[in-house]
DNA sequence: TAGATTGTTAATCGATTAACAATC
DNA sequence: TAGATTGTTAATCGATTAACAATC
């Protein structure tokens, strides 16, 4: 049994989907139609509709879709209603911010420790413990680990990847690095910001552009 | 006179051949084909040339590309050779890290200053001035502002983003809120830290239950 | 029943891939 | 000259948009 694919675009369309029912939500609107969504998020109603129906019927006709359960149900096909194990790799400025502000909750993920080469300046990172990497197997063996938050330095973020493979599921990388070497069955997520600063300098350079002509 | 678009997709891997270029030219290799970079990256050979040629035409029949030459083109084209000014807003745990360890210089950008309502805390962060937000009017008359980097609480973000429009040419949001009421001259290019957790999530659930079968 | 809006099929558009002539 | 590989045009594939029958 196959299961069709689903395409990237309409899995990162999803948290806006879910981000915009739960702005409704919270102003008391009960029930939304795909054009209304469309109108305030500057898609179509058609895109939003087949969006949707990759996953199943969620509306209803002549009425449209009900705020609070379509929401329920996007947010359970991202699995935000889960519970997902994390660790973060890297207690440096970055992880530290992200193991202290992140809400892992609202993403059905839930942090439990931290590794550091050096965890000397402390036993805790806001409420998690922290433990030196060389600890991190041993961690593995008594605890599952869905996922591993990367935010070490890059010259060690593919060392560090390679050895996670053994226990975990999903790789969430923050570090400047294209990860080469992770097999199939792991997912890699990248976070590069200066992919997205890039591409904010392009744009902002085509826009000076644009105005001068 | 009509610049053809050229789709995000093509902007979002320019960042990605830059880096395996700097890759090779480190390993000292001075030239690369297509065919190469396909196998590399898990591209196309015929893709790639598309890419190149949204921009020009920056190699050569029968040989390929000079991979420092080819690394020049692209760098320029998104404006890392650039230097644009940046503030930061919020000094929270995440914009200290990002002021802290972010490598503005490799993206063309220099960042100028920080702001945030409780300044109190020092006079500088890393290496930068640490103003009130009060002052940013005053700072932005005085300093030109290309890019705010957003990184306020998200119930302060939208009317710090409405607040910057007079005086900024791109917001850099970091924040988990879907700016609205910002002009079309500025852009807008969003860090969604949830949205990258939740497709990691959705595939890994995916992952498991391809498994299963 | 009439009106509204979905779910879904068909049409269009854009992006990726393939092919090949140009040329180094 | 022969071989290699680009730049570019044509073909294919996938994603978005349009249309409309189903139905609440």
């Given at each position: 049994m196959k299961t069709k694919k689903i395409s990237d675009n309409v899995i990162k369309r999803l948290p806006k989907y879910i981000r915009y029912l739960e702005t409704l939500a919270s102003l008391g609107v009960t029930r939304v139609s795909s054009d209304e969504i469309g109108e305030q998020m500057g898609l179509t109603a058609s895109q939003i509709r087949q969006d949707f129906n990759c996953f199943g019927s969620f509306g209803q006709q002549g009425y449209g879709y009900n705020v609070v359960e379509l929401r329920a149900k996007l947010a359970d096909i991202l699995g935000m209603t889960g519970s997902r194990s994390a660790i973060i790799i890297g207690v440096g400025n970055l992880g530290r911010a992200i193991a202290k502000n992140f809400s892992f909750g609202n993403c059905g993920v839930i942090l439990k420790a931290a590794f550091d080469i050096?965890?000397?300046?402390?036993?805790?990172v806001g409420k998690i413990p922290l433990y030196n990497i060389n600890e991190i197997e041993a961690y593995a063996k008594e605890n599952p680990v869905d996922i591993a938050i990367l935010t070490v330095p890059s010259p060690a973020a593919n060392d560090m990847a390679v050895r996670l493979i053994?226990?975990?599921?999903?790789i969430w990388n923050f570090t400047n690095v294209e990860l080469?070497?992770?097999?199939?069955n792991i997912v890699v997520e990248d976070v590069h910001f200066s992919d997205s600063l890039l591409a904010l300098n392009y744009y902002m350079t085509q826009n000076e552009l644009e105005e001068k002509n």
């Open positions: 050096h965890p000397s300046e402390g036993k805790n053994p226990f975990v599921k999903g080469n070497g992770i097999p199939e």
